[in-house]
């Protein structure tokens, strides 16, 4: 038992080790910010994205932590932070591979995006974390949109509409809707900004910031910064060969020299099997001992 014990153990580590630098990164900062709160060292009304202490009492702090929180111990808390441990980091892994600083502004961009979006009082919701990791699953949903998806065993549908599905099912579930839609737009004006617009026209609205690039240099993370500057160089290439609808049906990578990436993602490792049904038992222990019997979305 002890050894395997410390067979997983020594497994978890090295999976944690090997993730992309970004999404780990965020990943481990909202599972921080959980921890804390369940452990009551601050009140959900200190980091609450609130704009009238932001701008009255200068209380900025409140524009940056309302993307680390993705609500109290539940399962619903498990299923966000397993998406970014799969969609985010297959996106880094993938379609940004080598490109960090690019990831880095996608989720900068994508941040502001939702600021932008919850001053709107129709769209105002105290907490983004939930909407910036519906952004991750969006654009991963453009990049592979063929892949085949299989939700809870009961239904297989491709990936380009799984943003659309999980919103139904937070929906059946009880959960806010507003979150998930501001990710899908921030999501969608990221993908037209980057990919489709150019596709169409050949001029590059969206640029990764050389401060983005500086700081990830400086930071030492990631692979270095390719010499050019654009916000999705190889996918603008293909204007000049006329195979703009490319756009549309996505793009298709390997991952871990596979040649099937809907196969690739959908037949998780043994590992990842027991990460998930881990993760789902300690969840339930949880809700258990703080008293919660319900999905909460924030």
């Not at 599972?31 to 704009?51: H, K, V």
């Not at 960090?100 to 996608?106: I, K, R, Y």
Request: contains cysteine; positive net charge; glycine residues 6%.
């Amino acid at each position: 038992m002890f050894i395997v014990f410390e067979t997983e153990k020594l497994a978890s580590a090295r999976y944690y080790k090997s993730l992309p630098p970004i999404s780990k990164a965020y990943g481990t900062l909202c599972l921080l910010f959980t921890t804390a709160f369940q452990l009551q060292l601050f009140d959900l009304s200190d980091i609450a994205l609130l704009y009238k202490p932001v701008f009255s009492n200068f209380q900025v702090w409140r524009l940056i932590t309302t993307f680390f929180f993705l609500g109290k111990f539940s399962i619903n808390f498990g299923i966000r932070l397993l998406m970014i441990a799969r969609y985010g980091v297959q996106l880094e892994k993938g379609p940004f591979e080598r490109r960090t600083a690019d990831f880095l502004w996608m989720m900068i961009f994508g941040a502001l995006s939702l600021l932008v979006l919850s001053a709107i009082p129709i769209f105002r919701t105290p907490f983004l974390g939930i909407s910036l990791v519906f952004m991750l699953l969006y654009v991963w949903s453009r990049e592979f949109p063929n892949a085949q998806i299989n939700i809870y065993g009961l239904v297989t549908l491709k990936a380009f509409y799984l943003p659309w599905a999980m919103l139904a099912l937070d929906v059946i579930f009880g959960s806010p809707l507003i979150p998930d839609l501001l990710g899908i737009v921030a999501g969608h004006l990221y993908y037209f900004l980057t990919v489709l617009h150019p596709l169409a026209t050949g001029k590059i609205m969206l640029r990764t910031p050389r401060w983005v690039n500086k700081l990830v240099a400086s930071w030492r993370i990631g692979a270095p910064t390719p010499t050019y500057n654009h916000a999705q160089p190889d996918r603008t290439a293909r204007v000049a060969d006329g195979t703009t609808g490319v756009a549309f049906r996505g793009r298709s990578y390997r991952l871990n020299d596979t040649t099937n990436v809907g196969s690739e993602m959908l037949d998780a490792s043994t590992f990842e099997r027991v990460m998930l049904s881990g993760t789902i038992d300690f969840l339930f222990k949880l809700e258990d001992a703080f008293g919660y019997s319900h999905l909460l979305a924030s």
